[in-house]
C-alpha cells in the first residue's frame, strides 16, 4: 500500500477524506479531479503547468511543501483570492511526507 490519506475541502465547504498514491507520481489537482471534488472544467485547465491557477488552494496543515517554482509564485502573484497559504495544487506532487495534509480549494475564478 502506498496511500496517503489527504482531508480536502471542496468549494462548497464540504470535507473529503481521500486516498492518493505515492507512486504515480500525481500532484494535487489530479487527484482532486479523479475523485470529482470540482466540477469539469473548473479545475486543472492549463493541465497542470501553472499557468492557470484553477487549482489553486489553501494549505490547512502545517506540513513542510516543496518551496515555490519561479511559475508557481509568479503565476499566484497574478491570481485572484490569493492568500499567504496560497499553492497551485498541480505543483504538489503526492509524496509520502505529506500524509495527513489538509487542504481547501480556493473558490473558482
Ligand atoms: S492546473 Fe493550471 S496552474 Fe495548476
Do not use: W
Not at 498514491?21 to 503547468?49: F, H, K, W
Not at 485572484?80 to 497559504?85: D, I
Not at 503526492?94 to 500524509?99: A, M, Q
Amino acid at each position: 500500500m502506498n496511500d496517503i490519506k489527504i482531508k480536502i475541502i471542496d468549494r462548497e465547504g464540504v470535507i473529503h477524506e481521500v486516498d492518493a498514491p505515492t507512486d504515480m507520481n500525481m500532484n494535487l489537482m489530479e487527484i482532486v479531479r479523479s475523485y470529482e471534488l470540482a466540477p469539469e472544467g473548473t479545475i486543472g485547465i492549463c493541465g497542470g503547468m501553472a499557468m492557470c491557477a484553477s487549482c489553486q488552494c489553501y494549505i490547512l496543515s502545517n506540513h513542510e511543501l516543496p518551496k515555490m517554482s519561479y511559475d508557481e509564485d509568479l503565476m499566484l502573484s497574478e491570481a485572484f483570492n490569493v492568500k499567504e497559504n496560497s499553492r497551485l495544487g498541480c505543483q504538489i506532487f503526492i509524496k509520502e511526507e505529506l500524509n495527513g495534509l489538509e487542504v481547501e480549494l480556493a473558490p473558482e475564478v
